[in-house]
């Protein structure tokens, strides 16, 4: 498989590429790293891992986690945060440095382009990755719009990816244009060859969304099942403005103690050990298939890391995208 930003899947199971598009909107990419969240894993014969998109916080909410059944605290105090220039700009500066040396001590980093080994060699050609400096401002009623629809979208994703004929035929024309895609299809043609049903799957879902200005309706940008990147950074972004509103609160009208904890990254980790679990053979491996050069590898190093830590019985191992099918 040929990978962007992240891979990853168990070993026995093959998640089709589907993506659905509703009617898009602007998308400002300071919004990226503070909308990765993943409620509880759903333990059942059909493992999903439902990765709600969008950051409740600002002013008028904060980032807020959810469990499956997208329960969640929020508290509601407008006005928005969309303005930077109301603030002082010595504070700005105050802020962005702080956030700069915390995002480079805790390892919110990925690979500079300038450096030729630093999508490599670990450690190499460090920059800290890009994020909002504060936390975003959502009303609470998108947010659980977007959190009623998680459950559905994972549904119609795991009954796509049953339905091979629907599948080949809805991505024929992409399939003529796209090599990803197309690559993606023929692997999923010579499964259906080999005529092999798993009853076990596991999804690792991404949901993005945007607020429409004019409108004021939630649009969805794209559904990732296959690129769902930034668990890692997402739940460090979330301590990150933790540690901003704590020093900085006062003066930006912001309490951290209204920024939740964020598990994305953990919460991934214990739908992978538990779909191995549900697999029932300890020979088994998680495999990451990742890029040959991948500057985001730390985002990806996070997660293989929380699964050797917390589930140190597993068997993990990394393939970069060269290999074969």
Excluded at 34 to 44: C, D, R
Excluded at 138 to 163: G, H, W, Y
Excluded at 179 to 200: A, G, P, Q
């Amino acid at each position: 498989m040929a990978a962007a930003d992240f891979r990853s899947t168990i070993r026995t199971t093959i998640t089709p590429f589907f993506s659905k598009h509703i009617p898009s909107t602007t998308r400002h990419s300071h919004y990226s790293f503070s909308s990765t969240y993943s409620p509880k894993p759903l333990l059942s014969h059909h493992h999903r891992l439902t990765m709600p998109p969008v950051a409740i916080d600002g002013k008028q909410t904060v980032d807020v986690d959810v469990d499956d059944s997208c329960s969640s605290s929020v508290t509601v105090k407008p006005p928005s945060l969309h303005d930077y220039h109301r603030f002082d700009q010595q504070l700005l500066d105050n802020v962005a440095y702080d956030a700069l040396v915390w995002a480079s001590l805790h390892g919110l980093v990925m690979g500079d382009k300038s450096s030729k080994k630093s999508g490599t060699v670990p450690g190499v050609g460090l920059v800290h990755a890009p994020f909002a400096l504060l936390p975003v401002s959502l009303p609470e009623t998108k947010f659980k719009q977007a959190c009623d629809l998680a459950p559905i979208f994972n549904e119609l994703v795991d009954r796509v990816s049953l339905d091979a004929n629907f599948l080949q035929e809805s991505l024929s024309r992409t399939k003529k244009v796209d090599e990803f895609t197309s690559r993606l299809l023929d692997i999923h043609s010579k499964m259906l060859h080999v005529n092999k049903k798993e009853e076990i799957r596991l999804g690792l879902h991404r949901s993005d969304y945007m607020l429409d200005e004019q409108t004021k309706s939630l649009l969805q940008i794209e559904l990732n099942t296959i690129s769902s990147s930034f668990a890692g950074f997402g739940s460090l972004v979330t301590e990150l403005h933790r540690y901003i509103l704590s020093r900085h609160g006062k003066l930006l009208g912001l309490d951290a103690e209204n920024v939740p904890v964020n598990n994305a990254v953990s919460q991934n980790a214990e739908g992978l050990a538990k779909a191995w679990i549900e697999y029932n053979n300890p020979k088994a491996v998680i495999m990451f298939v990742v890029q040959a050069e991948e500057r985001n590898m730390y985002d990806q190093h996070s997660l293989s890391a929380v699964l050797k830590e917390k589930y140190p019985f597993l068997h993990t191992h990394s393939s970069n995208s060269n290999c074969s099918a």
